[in-house]
């Protein structure tokens, strides 16, 4: 749309300006632009007109130019995350680094990502950005209240400038670090909430953007897609076990009656 809008401006605005400079002319006097004098001034006029244009347009161009290469550094991160996570099959592992690289991916300081169980609660929490001794001393995990609570039960994106002046929120357990700026969404497959993640403490800005919960939110669709696949393998893997186990007693029952 920005480029159909450019093309528009490159044809009328030459137009305009000279049906502008007509104007003038004979508003202030029509014999303004004849003789030397007055050619040299139409040249001027016409040449700052070309200059003013012209910086406009590559103004344009540049901006973007720079729209552009950040989108293609937005779609190459969020490739490698993808194949990072998607290549996973240990549950455990798949949930570390969706954290971790969604955490990456919008230059966050601090990352969570909470798992719910199939019948509702909280299955599992992870962190990134503390250390394990930090994780330890904080406690155990949230049972969901607060602004926890509000992605949880409504299921939709959260973006705060300042977590801590929200009413919603119910402040920080003992030895749990400072927390202001705040982005979290739901991980959600087929309609379903699997989880969700919480990103905080924006550090090359003050607080999150738009652009910023765009990329997290075409994260957490290839996210939700390794969550499953990881479950699946956990399934058919403990499907295994109860078949190879149901054999052995098989077998052994077999033995014991011959």
Same mark, same amino acid.
């Given at each position: 749309?920005?480029?159909?809008?450019?093309?528009?401006?490159?044809?009328?605005?030459?137009? &305009?300006?000279?049906?502008?400079?007509?104007?003038?002319?004979?508003?202030?006097?029509?014999?303004?632009?004849?003789?030397?004098?007055?050619?040299?001034?139409?040249?001027?006029?016409?040449?700052?007109?070309?200059?003013?244009?012209?910086?406009?347009?590559?103004?344009?161009?540049?901006?973007?130019?720079?729209?552009?290469?950040?989108?293609?550094?937005? &779609?190459?991160?969020?490739?490698?995350?993808?194949?990072?996570?998607?290549?996973? !099959?240990? =549950?455990?592992?798949?949930?570390?680094?969706?954290? +971790?690289?969604?955490?990456? !991916?919008?230059?966050?300081?601090?990352?969570? =990502? *909470?798992?719910?169980?199939?019948?509702?609660?909280?299955?599992?929490?992870?962190?990134?950005?503390?250390? %394990?001794?930090?994780?330890?001393?904080?406690? /155990?995990? %949230?049972?969901? $209240?607060?602004?926890?609570?509000?992605?949880?039960?409504?299921?939709? @994106?959260?973006? &705060?400038? +300042?977590?801590?002046?929200? @009413?919603?929120?119910?402040?920080? /357990? /003992? $030895? #749990? /670090?400072?927390?202001?700026?705040?982005?979290? =969404?739901?991980?959600?497959? #087929?309609?379903?909430?699997?989880?969700?993640?919480?990103?905080?403490?924006?550090?090359?800005? @003050?607080?999150?953007?738009?652009? +910023?919960?765009?990329?997290?939110?075409?994260?957490?669709?290839?996210?939700?897609?390794?969550?499953?696949?990881?479950?699946? $393998?956990?399934?058919?893997?403990?499907?295994?076990?109860?078949?190879?186990?149901?054999?052995?007693?098989?077998?052994? #029952?077999? *033995?014991?009656?011959?």
């Amino acid at each position: 749309m920005t480029l159909r809008r450019l093309k528009l401006l490159a044809i009328l605005a030459p137009l &305009l300006f000279l049906a502008a400079l007509e104007l003038a002319r004979q508003v202030i006097s029509p014999a303004l632009f004849q003789g030397w004098p007055g050619l040299l001034l139409l040249a001027g006029i016409v040449l700052l007109g070309t200059l003013f244009f012209a910086e406009a347009i590559f103004g344009v161009v540049g901006r973007l130019q720079t729209q552009l290469a950040q989108q293609n550094q937005e &779609l190459l991160a969020l490739h490698d995350a993808g194949l990072g996570i998607l290549g996973e !099959l240990d =549950l455990e592992t798949v949930l570390q680094q969706v954290v +971790d690289r969604a955490r990456d !991916l919008v230059g966050a300081r601090y990352g969570a =990502l *909470s798992l719910l169980r199939e019948g509702g609660g909280i299955e599992a929490f992870l962190t990134s950005g503390i250390t %394990p001794e930090e994780r330890e001393r904080i406690g /155990p995990i %949230p049972v969901g $209240h607060g602004l926890l609570e509000v992605v949880l039960v409504e299921g939709q @994106p959260l973006r &705060l400038g +300042d977590l801590n002046r929200d @009413p919603r929120s119910v402040g920080f /357990p /003992p $030895h #749990h /670090p400072p927390m202001r700026s705040l982005l979290a =969404l739901p991980v959600v497959s #087929h309609g379903r909430v699997l989880g969700n993640l919480y990103l905080t403490e924006k550090e090359a800005a @003050p607080t999150f953007d738009a652009d +910023d919960e765009e990329t997290l939110a075409r994260f957490a669709t290839l996210a939700a897609l390794a969550i499953e696949n990881a479950r699946l $393998h956990r399934q058919v893997r403990a499907l295994a076990v109860t078949e190879e186990r149901e054999r052995i007693a098989r077998e052994m #029952h077999d *033995s014991i009656a011959q």
